[in-house]
């Protein structure tokens, strides 16, 4: 892509870390409630 | 009519006796506006086409800043909850806080503003320009303001959030406020901007005193 | 069904199944979108490689947009029908719409600098975004702020219901504030008619990423229900079950 390569990646990069971080973050929330719920039971 | 000229007379008569911590957001206002005198150099033309500009920001700045307390202290002891009860009453009272709290931030910073702007090498009649500009922008200004500060009255630390989340509905104000004094210092048309400024002040003229009351009321939920 | 779907319980459960193929189709759409934008369109003609930052740029900043106009939407319905789960919808939009904001502005900037130049322009478009991102940051802001949730959920209405209004005036003070002040230098590619080729691919983005933010924010509303209503036995039952 000659010069204009690294700014048509990091964009790419950028995109990538941004939707894979909103994508992943309701899940693993979803999974520390769970998590939670569950040591509250153990402890008592 | 009348509960608003009560109102508006004991707001007045609040700052009154308040003192000296009636005249800081002006002292704010002038000092910012020496500072950036100094620190632009000493070339005619960029002292004057910055000078607008900074002028304007600097009373923005100064007016958000006063905004926090507008309803601050009647939240506190109680007067606000009482105002809210009587609904025939909340309208005129409201309306009277904001016209008092104009009269005491906007009208003055208006009035300073072509004395601060000779320190930029201003000529007299786009000085004349800026206050006129000031003077109709403060009060659309107030009225933004007065929504941010209703939303955020009682919470701990609502001075940031209420910069964060006011500034960005003063930008409009701001820059077709440096927009009118920029033409009209070029020599050049300024009615679009002009005409923008007062239909801002309109609109929000017209819907903000209605919202607050709502607003205000959801805050008393404490 | 509508009606079903306002109950806190029935949503939660329902939504599931959906996060699950919008996710699906949406990832596959970006993959196949973007995979194409990057290695299987030539080069344009005048802004050479730099093009290929569009399909992500475009659909990012119009996503921005839509979700902004999507949370004064149900800030409105809030206000008027007092329904729970608009503002379980704004509680869950507002950070995903902050990230696709900071998402178009970042790719905005690495775009303009091969192209024009230059890294920002002030103009209408890109100012307007900006704020947009500071409007959504004072959602979130606002929300967290306030600890009673009726408040929270009145006062963040209100705010998105204000920079609503705003937006578009921004458009026009700076429009007037820039072309009578200064000559605009450079047309955003405004006069640069796009050949059919370049803009395929941009609508398989532009659709996998709405679909994609629609999975994202029913995932988020779920996580949020839970968080409400954990007290409530379906939330308990739900806990068991899983």
Known sequence: ?44 | MRRFAATLKRDVLIAIRSGVEMLNPLAFFALTGVVFAIVFGSDLDTRQISGIPAVWTTALFANMLAMEGIFRRDYDDGTLAHLLLDKTATLPAICAKLGAHWLLTGLPIGVLAPIVGVGFGLPPVTLAMLMATILIGTPALTLIGAMGAALVVGLGRGGVLLTLLVLPLYVPVLLLGIGVCHQFHAGAVYTPQLVGLFAILTGTLTAVPLALGPILRVSQDR | MFHRMASPEHFFAGARLWVFWLYLLGVTGLAIGSAWGLFFVPPEKYQGDSVRIMYLHVPAAHLAQMIYIAIAVAGAIHIIWRLKMADVFMAAAAPIGAITTALALISGIMWGRPTWGVWWIWDARTTSVLILFFLFFGLVALRQAIGRRERAAFAVSVLAIAGAINIPIIKYSVEWFTTLHQPASIELGRNIAIDTVFLLPLFVNLASLYVFVAGVILANMRVDLVNRYQTTSWVSEWFRNN
């Open chain 1, 1 to 44: 892509m000659g010069d204009h390569g690294i700014y048509v990646w990091s964009v790419y990069a950028i995109g990538l870390i941004f939707l894979g971080a909103i994508g992943t973050y309701p899940h693993m929330a979803l999974r520390r409630l769970k998590r939670r719920r569950r040591e509250d039971k153990e402890q008592r």
